[in-house]
């Protein structure tokens, strides 16, 4: 499974409105009761941020 660290995640993103941070992926019902119960070993949606990578892709 994927790495479940939030604060590297390109769906985990400042919420102006709620002034807080929140995740921005598109879970379905199942996968967000996994998520909350804890019965997953990491996020089947993590996404690292990485700003550099079409940087690297145009080299």
Known sequence: MNQTNCDTCAYY????????MI??????????ARFLTGRTQGCPYYNAYDEYSIVRKQN
């Open 13 to 20: 993103v400042y919420d102006e409105e709620s002034d807080c």
């Open 23 to 32: 995740c921005e992926a598109n879970l379905d019902e199942d996968d967000m």
